[in-house]
């Protein structure tokens, strides 16, 4: 079935330090992959995201590039905030399958000032 | 775009109660919606897959019975939790199909006594 695996957490940074979760899929069809960040107490909100090899999805700082013969979607940013203390979660999504998403068990992340 | 709203933000209920929780697309029409169930600190587990016009897809494990989806029109999804126990006390998030993606509702926490 299809899976996503996401680099365990937490993982704790000193704010402008250089930021990469590493995320890994499988997938039986040519999914969508996405990245979402959760505050607490929140729900999901849609970072950016990426449908077909070598599209690099980008949003406030942060990117990440499918890599079909990795099957990979790492996220980057190359200088963390403390606001961008949160849990991120990689996902993929196949039109064959309703729709629906595989989700990541999420990182964790601290930024420390 | 692709706003998705969720009532109540919060809710605590008696142990033997109903609960129920609505999605809702604000400025889209959602044939498919997603109900999730996360637990503290872990990743969303997908409950059912709500289709509008006819029954809720279920995932395995998730008992339809007690976990009661009508998705009686294009932008509304609600899930009643019938019977609550203190064990069903977790946040629920919902989530909107819009073409390949999903746009997530902010989560309703819910706490049974």
């Known amino acids: 079935g299809d899976s996503v695996t996401q680099m365990e957490g937490p993982v704790t940074l000193s704010e402008e330090a250089c930021l990469t979760i590493n995320c890994t899929y499988t997938a039986t069809g040519y999914p969508s992959l996405f990245w979402y960040v959760q505050y607490p107490g929140e729900g999901l909100q849609l970072l950016l995201k990426a449908t077909k090899a070598d599209d690099k999805g980008s949003n406030k700082g942060f990117e990440a590039t499918y890599r079909k013969e990795t099957t990979s979607f790492h996220l980057e940013k190359g200088s963390v905030q403390v606001s961008d203390s949160a849990v991120y979660f990689c996902?993929?999504?196949?039109?064959?399958?309703?729709?629906?998403?595989?989700f990541g068990d999420g990182t964790t992340l601290t930024v420390k000032p | 775009g692709a706003v998705v709203s969720q009532h109540p933000s919060w809710v605590i209920c008696k142990s033997g109660t109903s609960v129920k929780i609505e999605c809702r697309s604000l400025d889209f029409q959602a044939t498919t919606m997603f109900w999730y169930r996360q637990f503290p600190k872990q990743s969303l587990m997908l409950m059912a897959t709500s289709n509008e016009g006819s029954k809720a897809t279920y995932e395995q494990g998730v008992e339809k019975d007690k976990f009661l989806i009508n998705h009686a029109s294009l932008t509304l999804s609600t899930l009643t939790v019938t019977s609550a126990h203190p064990e069903d006390s977790s946040f629920y998030i919902c989530s909107a199909r819009k073409q390949y993606e999903q746009s997530f509702g902010p989560g309703t926490r819910l706490t049974v006594t």
């Open positions: 996902a993929l999504s196949l039109n064959t399958n309703a729709g629906k998403s595989t």
